[in-house]
């Protein structure tokens, strides 16, 4: 066999991406948005070569405290330029960056720092008393950083301010080189069933990811580009945006703790960003309260972490005037696995309808479905199977955990049901725990769902199945009204039946003021399954 005469043992890590965007596109900025006024005006504005300067002096910080490679170092912060500087610093000394989930459960957060001992956490002080509720349950946790303005004495008398401890330090520290296998990144899925599970991203996936997003293929992030980051930088490296932008040289704004509708509008329009990213529920929050928000500046608007609604991208391409493109992936693949760009053959489907699958698997990434007996299903648009999937930037494994029914033959089993049609573009139906079976047809959730919200009336719905006498399970739809308006459950059932097969139509309803939400922002129905076991739903049943 020819043997290559490339330098394949150059090594894909983040420290050569740091250097590229901190040299090249020095002037690039990055802007964190602070909700004050002047003299700031609101906003904290650095440049690539500043930040960069930063992540020096944090790096030079943390290995003066003892932080040593392959140490993990927490972040429980939110999305500023801070944690910017924390992206770079803590994986290009050799360390780990560990970013913490603000929205656990106490117990959950105390699960994963320890179960990841965690050696240092880096914490905004607004939300100090956060993590002041678990701080007498982490043994291992020896220093704790605060920065920004905020009472963290809830901490305890030992913590450290992270400005004075840059404030001791030179730039121009020097980093080791690190090997692209090595850890630089985790993150512990959100935990909906049991504990979270950690998965350690490595260098060269983080860099791999970080390059596919810069492609057509994705959302060809380019120098021309600014980048709202909302998907919260705790969630699968924000969607992968972060290094991306720092790879090619787009501004980055940061909006920290201000995710409403209001100053979202109010960053936009300062900021004029071209691009962004979030789950569904934030731009419907936009979409409905704030309406008037000129997003003219925008080329595209990213969504996923649950299927997007029709009416969703109606809505943003009729009021806002801006295309959304839905993307598919999960803690376990880094995030983005797919994406639904429309193809340029439409064939019989309208643009909207090609927009609204969840997406044509990208390259990079390798996507099967397989039956309950495991046998590979084809790609005909018709045929259902578990997406499994393997890749650059998906995982072989948890981290210190065991769990063999995950993965199968080397790939990755997702829990989402789907078909897939020839030319790579999926459909879920459904998460595998949340399809219907009922009297021997397969009735999806998420169809129901993202049709019932195509109701001009109503904002939200869940559907899960119940049991039923005589069809074993039937769905439930929890159904949350538009402020106000009215609907009746006779009267959605009329509009779904025009819609849908009549099996599928439900005959309980309930009307609820807000479907629950995970830490990520997923429809959280295991909390709605539970509200129904103890009879805390008030449900109407049409016969």
């Not at 650095?46 to 290995?63: G, H, P």
């Not at 698997?361 to 499994?388: F, H, K, N, Y």
């Not at 309930?510 to 129904?532: M, N, Q, W, Y």
Request: charged share 20%; with cysteine; aromatic share 8%.
């Amino acid at each position: 066999m020819l043997q290559s005469t490339m330098q394949d043992d150059y090594q894909l890590a983040l420290l050569p991406l740091f250097r590229y965007g901190r040299q090249v596109h020095a002037n690039s900025k990055i802007i964190t948005f602070t909700g004050d006024g002047p003299p700031s005006n609101g906003y904290v504005e650095s440049t690539f070569a500043q930040v960069a300067d930063r992540a020096d002096q944090l790096a030079a910080a943390l290995a003066r405290l003892g932080v040593k490679q392959g140490d993990r170092v927490g972040t429980f912060m939110w999305n500023n330029q801070t944690h910017m500087e924390a992206y770079f610093a803590i994986p290009c000394m050799g360390a780990v960056l560990h970013t913490l989930n603000i929205r656990l459960f106490p117990e959950q957060l105390a699960f994963v720092i320890n179960h990841a001992d965690d050696k240092v956490i880096i914490v905004d002080a607004s939300i100090a008393p956060l993590l002041a509720r678990v701080r007498d349950q982490l043994p291992n946790v020896q220093h704790i950083i605060v920065k920004g303005p905020g009472d963290a004495s809830s901490l305890g008398p030992d913590i450290l301010d992270y400005d004075t401890l840059l404030a001791a330090e030179k730039t121009g520290y020097d980093y080791p080189e690190v090997a692209e296998n090595s850890g630089a990144a985790m993150c512990y899925t959100s935990g909906t069933t049991g504990n979270p599970k950690g998965v350690m991203y490595s260098h060269r996936s983080s860099y791999l990811h970080a390059l596919m997003v810069t492609t057509t293929a994705n959302i060809a992030i380019s120098e021309r580009d600014r980048m709202l980051v909302i998907v919260p930088m705790f969630h699968a490296n924000a969607w992968g945006s972060p290094y991306a932008a720092w790879m090619v040289g787009a501004d980055l704004v940061f909006p920290q703790q201000f995710l409403q509708a209001a100053p979202i509008s109010r960053i936009i329009h300062d900021t004029r960003p071209t691009l962004t990213g979030a789950v569904p529920t934030v731009l419907n929050d936009l979409l409905h309260n704030a309406p008037d928000t000129d997003m003219s500046c925008f080329r595209l608007v990213m969504c996923g972490g649950s299927a997007v609604p029709r009416g969703l991208i109606e809505g943003y391409r009729d009021v806002f005037h801006v295309p959304i493109v839905q993307g598919w992936g999960m803690t376990e693949t880094s995030p983005v696995c797919a994406i639904a760009h429309p193809p340029k053959d439409m064939g019989s489907l309208s643009e909207t309808d090609w927009r609204v699958m969840t997406g044509r698997v990208l390259p990079g990434v390798e996507l099967r479905i397989t039956d309950d007996s495991g046998a590979v299903q084809p790609w005909d648009g018709v045929a259902l199977g578990e997406i499994e999937v393997r890749g650059s930037w998906v995982t072989a494994s948890y981290y210190n955990v065991d769990d063999p029914a995950k993965f199968h033959d080397g790939w990755l089993r997702t829990g989402d049901v789907a078909s897939v049609l020839p030319n790579g573009y999926v459909m879920i139906t459904d998460r595998a725990k949340d399809v219907i079976k009922s009297g021997g047809e397969w009735i999806s959730s998420v169809d129901l769902e993202n049709t019932l919200m195509g109701h001009p009336s109503v904002l939200e719905a869940a559907v899960f199945g119940v049991p039923d006498d005589r069809w074993d399970e039937r769905p439930l739809a929890c159904i949350v009204l538009k402020p106000n308006a009215a609907a009746s459950a006779d009267e959605l059932r009329t509009w779904l039946a025009d819609r849908t097969a009549k099996f599928c139509v439900p005959e309980r309803w309930a009307f609820i003021g807000e479907v629950p939400k995970t830490s990520v922002g997923k429809f959280d129905k295991k909390v709605l399954r539970a509200r129904h076991g103890a009879g805390d739903l008030e449900v109407e049943k049409i016969a």
